[in-house]
Nanobody
Framework: QMQLVESGGGLVQPGDSLRLSCAAS????????VGWIRQAPGKEREFVAG????????DYSDAVKGRFTISRDSAKNTVYLQMSSLKPEDTAVYYC???????????????WGQGTQVTVSS
């Protein structure tokens, strides 16, 4: 069973940057596709960013494209989400997810973390 643990969330001001981390419990994580999905209060979960296992394919939602960057460090079994120029509408619980298919996914990930809260407010 793969466990994913997010960290790095918090309260920031509009325009600030923040980096989320997601640490996996097994080295086989390096062969999994990964993604970040968020859920704002009263809204459905939405895809934010995803990456194939090889990192050859990445994609972002239109809402974050150009501001967020997904990356992974396979040696550390960790995936990151670098967020910049944060806006109040980025406020949400951010979930890390992984899938053994290895393919870039937009939903239906097999493993999920517990989530980390990001609040953007002045």
């Amino acid at each position: 069973q793969m466990q994913l643990v997010e960290s790095g969330g918090g309260l920031v001001q509009p325009g600030d940057s923040l980096r989320l981390s997601c640490a996996a419990s097994k080295s086989t994580f390096s062969r999994y596709s990964v993604g970040w999905i968020r859920q704002a209060p009263g809204k459905e979960r939405e895809f934010v960013a995803g990456m194939s296992w090889s990192a050859e394919r990445t994609d972002y939602s239109d809402a974050v494209k150009g501001r967020f960057t997904i990356s992974r460090d396979s040696a550390k079994n960790t995936v990151y989400l670098q967020m910049s120029s944060l806006k109040p509408e980025d406020t949400a619980v951010y979930y890390c997810a992984a899938d053994p298919s290895g393919e870039l996914r937009y939903s239906n990930y097999y493993y999920w973390g517990q989530g980390t809260q990001v609040t953007v407010s002045s």
